[in-house]
């Protein structure tokens, strides 16, 4: 929110430094994010001041160009080469001198320099006024008032705005700070606690009168819980034309473009009391009536920006007898504002249900200033006094007469809220004991009324434009606030509670897991959970009917939320490699979300994604692709660092996988990993092989907190490996193996690995060969020969029995 310096100081009459009053509006709660200058003419005219032409010859070597000679009140008078049509000797001119810096329309700057033009020395340039920035025309320099005096800088002789614009970061609460009046009244109660008592200026309209009633309007508020308050009037003989500068002035230093004078007055208003008005063009008002009302939906409207719009069966609408003319409160139609031909209008000011409001705007996409402050609620009471506060200034502004006594439909009064504090609770919430005049003087210049006082507390009167002040809690922190968070002192003792946290909480095994990965190498992404529905034709596994859809997205790209983690991942893999990063280790932990019916669930998972080789190239080791067994044991080490070893191996069933296996333990399944489609890479122009992983981080996490682990001394007595190379068929597989191992010897065997795999000539056709190592231990005593020899006699037995294995 933009506030101006110069308007602030309509309402108070104060000569502090705006820095000062930066800091003083930032302690109240008004948080000061920046100060802009604002000039009505860039840069302030610095560096032109008045000369006299006293000569002017035609240039020798240029038809069009003249030399003069110009006084500008120095020692000497100055040679400046002139193009202008109109330049003659005795006239009072404006002349930029060296130095001095111009402002093209468009923003462009230029310096005065020493020159020479066709041969001639120029010491400056005598101005037009579009040169200036003081108008539009080019077609000669500007002549000024004779009786000037020569050397005055022009900046005096013009009237010439400068002013300091305060960005304001609105919090949403604060909607009766939404204007200059509600900022000078916090200002004021600020300037108080420092001793500086102002009176507060508001605009009076007492002048305002009823000149006829030749021009009456019907009003009808049909829907009266959306609108609780709607006042109106007419006013004729207007003429629209340009707005005078300091009214401009305003509107253009807080950033808002002069229209004409109708609307902005309006608009004048609207940032000078918060109260959003709209006129309606009374000639195209049908029959005369104004109803307010909501329409069935899909009703087509065009609003002021050209667009069609259809509305929902909750928009409330202005309407005439025919048609609709204003979706209320925050956009106008096409067909019913202001124009250069308009003489006559219906002003209205009124008061909207806010969550109505709010619904509107946003179905629509629109955030005007108007709904901008409807939608977090205005004061309901400042209604007529804006709408007479506009009127004048419009009949000040285009003349006109008030044609018709104000409509003013208010059926149930909007009460101010009745608050009891506790001095006691006050003393507890601030940490500090205040004064309790201080308290009911605070209050009082907050225009919060103090109806009794006791010896335990206050009883109040909160005026209903405050509506974030409804509790006790809310009234001690504008005690608070305006008293100073500063000047509550700081104890020297430090009380605090020690929280019992679990070590199975989610952030804490999600470090755990986060630096394994980083310690191999791989990288954290974050993907936007927002994306597009075109991915949802890459699975099978994905169902539209279970896309949870963003009602006003900022595009289609953006348009729903992630079923998967996979396509945001991809999309970051193609754009690394697309910048010639080809090997790549990355994982992520995120959320994905379903529609399922009436019911809406989200999961979380992680995913990790492996292309391209293993490690940079080294010239002490050999490059090495990622593969299916690579990224295999990223993820057992994750599980097993998890407690989690015990997990049984099926099948994927996952179209986004060429090939690949699923994890699970018990029902649970815990991760699903292998080779990306070659026909989903393609989609988002991968050409090279990519590794994924998702794992159900819900389901780990579950088992994670259920796991029981269990310490042991590490044995005393030695271990013992014993190799078999084994002919197989094709089909079997080392999972085959590991299986009735485990099952042939339970106690001693303790581990079972593959450490060479061959297939080639002087093998039978649909065989291979799998070299085996088996590990044996007693943790009670060392093994015998004997010991060892049996159980590797038994293992090769039903190797032969179970899998028609022959030992090479």
């Given at each position: 929110?933009?506030?101006?310096?110069?308007?602030?100081?309509?309402?108070?009459k104060?000569?502090?430094?705006?820095?000062?009053i930066?800091?003083?509006?930032?302690?109240?709660?008004?948080?000061?994010?920046?100060?802009?200058?604002?000039?009505?003419?860039k840069?302030?005219l610095?560096?032109?001041?008045?000369?006299?032409v006293?000569?002017c010859?035609?240039?020798?070597?240029?038809?069009?160009l003249?030399?003069t000679?110009?006084?500008v009140g120095?020692?000497?008078?100055?040679?400046?080469?002139?193009?202008?049509?109109?330049?003659?000797?005795?006239?009072k001119?404006p002349?930029a001198?060296?130095?001095?810096?111009?402002?093209?329309?468009?923003?462009?700057?230029?310096?005065?320099?020493?020159?020479k033009i066709?041969?001639e020395?120029s010491?400056?340039?005598?101005?037009?006024?579009d040169?200036?920035?003081?108008?539009?025309?080019h077609?000669?320099?500007?002549?000024l008032?004779?009786?000037?005096?020569v050397?005055?800088?022009?900046?005096?002789?013009f009237?010439i705005?400068?002013?300091h614009?305060?960005?304001?970061?609105l919090?949403?609460?604060?909607a009766?700070?939404?204007s200059?009046?509600?900022?000078a009244?916090?200002l004021?109660?600020g300037?108080?606690q420092?001793?500086?008592?102002?009176e507060l200026?508001t605009?009076?309209?007492?002048?305002?009168?009823v000149?006829n009633?030749?021009?009456k309007?019907?009003?009808?508020v049909?829907?009266?819980d959306l609108?609780?308050?709607?006042?109106?009037?007419?006013i004729?003989?207007?003429?629209?034309?340009?707005s005078?500068?300091?009214?401009?002035?305003?509107?253009?230093?807080?950033?808002?473009?002069?229209?004409?004078n109708?609307v902005?007055a309006?608009?004048?208003?609207?940032?000078?009391?918060?109260?959003?008005?709209?006129?309606?063009?009374a000639v195209?008002?049908?029959?005369?009536?104004?109803?307010?009302?909501?329409?069935?939906?899909?009703t087509?409207?065009?609003?002021?920006?050209?667009?069609?719009?259809e509305l929902?069966?909750?928009?409330?609408?202005?309407?005439?007898?025919?048609k609709?003319?204003?979706?209320?409160?925050?956009?106008g139609?096409?067909?019913?504002?202001?124009?250069?031909t308009?003489?006559?209008?219906?002003?209205?000011?009124?008061?909207?249900?806010?969550?109505?409001?709010r619904k509107?705007?946003k179905?629509?996409?629109?955030?005007?200033?108007?709904?901008?402050?409807?939608?977090r609620g205005?004061?309901?009471?400042?209604?007529?006094?804006?709408?007479?506060?506009?009127?004048?200034?419009?009949?000040?502004?285009?003349?006109?007469?008030?044609?018709?006594d104000?409509?003013?439909i208010?059926?149930?009064?909007?009460e101010?809220?009745q608050v009891r504090?506790?001095f006691?609770?006050?003393?507890k919430?601030?940490?500090?004991?205040?004064?309790?005049?201080?308290?009911k003087s605070?209050?009082?210049?907050?225009e919060i009324?103090?109806?009794?006082?006791?010896?335990?507390?206050?009883?109040?009167t909160?005026?209903?434009y405050?509506?974030?002040?409804?509790?006790?809690?809310?009234?001690?922190?504008?005690?608070?606030?305006?008293y100073?968070?500063?000047?509550i002192?700081?104890?020297?003792?430090?009380n605090?509670?020690?929280?019992?946290?679990?070590?199975?909480?989610?952030?804490?095994?999600?470090n755990v897991?986060?630096?394994?990965?980083v310690?191999?190498?791989?990288?954290?992404i974050?993907?936007?959970?927002?994306?597009?529905?075109k991915?949802?034709?890459?699975?099978?596994q994905?169902?539209?009917e279970h896309?949870v859809?963003?009602?006003n997205h900022?595009?289609?790209?953006?348009?729903?939320?992630?079923?998967?983690?996979?396509?945001?991942?991809?999309?970051a893999?193609?754009?690394?490699?697309?910048?010639?990063?080809d090997?790549?280790?990355?994982?992520?932990?995120g959320?994905?979300?379903?529609?399922?019916?009436?019911?809406?669930?989200?999961?979380k998972?992680?995913?990790?994604?492996?292309?391209?080789?293993?490690?940079?190239?080294?010239?002490?080791?050999?490059v090495q692709?990622?593969?299916?067994?690579?990224?295999?044991?990223?993820i057992?080490?994750i599980?097993?660092?998890l407690?989690l070893?015990?997990y049984k191996?099926?099948?994927?069933?996952?179209d986004?996988?060429?090939e690949?296996v699923?994890?699970?333990?018990?029902?649970?399944?815990?991760?699903?990993?292998?080779?990306?489609n070659?026909?989903?890479?393609?989609?988002?122009?991968i050409?090279q092989?990519?590794?994924?992983?998702?794992?159900?981080?819900?389901?780990?996490?579950?088992?994670?907190?259920h796991?029981?682990?269990?310490f042991?001394?590490?044995?005393?007595?030695?271990?013992?490996?014993?190799?078999?190379?084994?002919?197989?068929?094709?089909?079997?597989?080392?999972?085959?193996?590991?299986?009735?191992?485990?099952?042939?010897?339970k106690?001693?065997?303790?581990?079972?690995?593959?450490?060479?795999?061959?297939?080639?000539?002087?093998?039978?056709?649909?065989k291979?060969?799998?070299?085996?190592?088996?590990?044996?231990q007693?943790?009670?005593?060392?093994?015998?020969?004997k010991?060892?020899?049996?159980i590797?006699?038994?293992?090769?037995?039903?190797?032969e029995?179970?899998?028609?294995?022959?030992?090479r």
């Amino acid at each position: 929110m933009k506030i101006s310096y110069n308007w602030l100081k309509q309402f108070i009459k104060i000569d502090w430094a705006p820095e000062q009053i930066s800091e003083l509006l930032t302690d109240l709660g008004l948080e000061v994010e920046g100060i802009d200058t604002y000039q009505s003419v860039k840069g302030g005219l610095e560096g032109v001041v008045v000369g006299e032409v006293l000569t002017c010859k035609k240039h020798p070597n240029a038809d069009k160009l003249k030399v003069t000679t110009v006084n500008v009140g120095g020692d000497e008078p100055l040679q400046i080469v002139c193009g202008a049509p109109n330049v003659a000797a005795g006239q009072k001119v404006p002349v930029a001198t060296i130095g001095t810096t111009l402002y093209s329309p468009e923003g462009e700057s230029w310096k005065i320099k020493k020159g020479k033009i066709r041969g001639e020395e120029s010491y400056g340039m005598i101005c037009a006024e579009d040169e200036l920035g003081l108008g539009q025309s080019h077609d000669g320099i500007m002549v000024l008032d004779e009786d000037l005096k020569v050397g005055t800088p022009c900046a005096d002789i013009f009237d010439i705005e400068n002013d300091h614009v305060f960005e304001i970061g609105l919090t949403p609460n604060r909607a009766d700070a939404m204007s200059h009046l509600g900022t000078a009244r916090d200002l004021k109660a600020g300037l108080l606690q420092k001793d500086v008592n102002l009176e507060l200026i508001t605009p009076s309209v007492s002048s305002f009168r009823v000149d006829n009633r030749m021009l009456k309007m019907d009003v009808d508020v049909i829907n009266k819980d959306l609108a609780p308050r709607y006042c109106g009037v007419t006013i004729n003989g207007l003429k629209v034309k340009e707005s005078p500068s300091w009214l401009q002035n305003r509107l253009k230093a807080i950033g808002l473009a002069p229209i004409n004078n109708i609307v902005d007055a309006t608009n004048y208003v609207l940032h000078e009391l918060g109260q959003p008005l709209h006129a309606f063009d009374a000639v195209k008002i049908s029959g005369n009536k104004v109803e307010i009302k909501t329409l069935k939906k899909g009703t087509k409207f065009v609003t002021l920006d050209g667009v069609e719009r259809e509305l929902h069966e909750d928009d409330l609408m202005i309407c005439d007898a025919e048609k609709p003319m204003c979706i209320a409160g925050v956009f106008g139609g096409e067909h019913s504002g202001v124009t250069e031909t308009t003489t006559s209008i219906f002003l209205e000011s009124a008061y909207f249900n806010p969550v109505s409001i709010r619904k509107s705007a946003k179905r629509h996409g629109l955030n005007t200033d108007a709904s901008f402050r409807f939608e977090r609620g205005i004061d309901p009471n400042v209604t007529e006094y804006a709408l007479k506060r506009a009127a004048l200034l419009i009949q000040e502004l285009a003349g006109g007469e008030i044609t018709s006594d104000i409509v003013d439909i208010y059926p149930n009064k909007i009460e101010d809220f009745q608050v009891r504090l506790s001095f006691d609770n006050a003393k507890k919430l601030i940490g500090e004991e205040i004064p309790r005049e201080t308290i009911k003087s605070i209050l009082t210049s907050l225009e919060i009324k103090v109806n009794n006082v006791t010896e335990a507390g206050l009883g109040l009167t909160v005026p209903a434009y405050r509506n974030d002040v409804q509790r006790e809690a809310d009234v001690i922190e504008e005690v608070l606030r305006v008293y100073g968070y500063n000047n509550i002192g700081t104890t020297k003792k430090l009380n605090a509670s020690i929280s019992s946290t679990s070590k199975f909480d989610d952030h804490k095994i999600q470090n755990v897991v986060s630096n394994q990965l980083v310690a191999q190498g791989f990288y954290e992404i974050m993907a936007n959970s927002l994306t597009t529905t075109k991915y949802i034709e890459l699975s099978e596994q994905l169902k539209k009917e279970h896309n949870v859809s963003i009602l006003n997205h900022l595009s289609t790209d953006l348009g729903v939320l992630r079923q998967s983690l996979l396509f945001s991942g991809l999309e970051a893999v193609s754009y690394n490699i697309n910048r010639k990063q080809d090997n790549l280790k990355l994982f992520e932990f995120g959320k994905t979300y379903h529609q399922y019916g009436d019911t809406r669930e989200e999961f979380k998972h992680l995913s990790v994604f492996v292309t391209g080789n293993r490690s940079q190239e080294r010239w002490t080791s050999t490059v090495q692709k990622s593969d299916f067994f690579y990224l295999k044991g990223t993820i057992t080490s994750i599980l097993e660092r998890l407690g989690l070893s015990r997990y049984k191996v099926y099948p994927v069933k996952n179209d986004v996988f060429n090939e690949g296996v699923s994890l699970s333990l018990g029902k649970n399944k815990l991760v699903d990993f292998g080779l990306v489609n070659k026909r989903v890479l393609k989609h988002f122009g991968i050409s090279q092989n990519v590794l994924f992983a998702d794992f159900n981080w819900d389901n780990i996490l579950d088992m994670v907190r259920h796991n029981n682990i269990k310490f042991k001394d590490i044995p005393k007595y030695p271990a013992v490996r014993r190799d078999f190379a084994l002919l197989l068929d094709e089909s079997v597989s080392f999972e085959d193996i590991d299986r009735i191992a485990s099952q042939t010897e339970k106690q001693l065997l303790k581990d079972v690995d593959l450490f060479d795999v061959y297939q080639g000539k002087n093998l039978p056709k649909g065989k291979k060969s799998y070299a085996v190592s088996f590990t044996l231990q007693d943790e009670n005593k060392t093994l015998t020969d004997k010991q060892i020899d049996k159980i590797m006699n038994k293992l090769q037995a039903n190797f032969e029995k179970q899998l028609g294995a022959e030992l090479r």
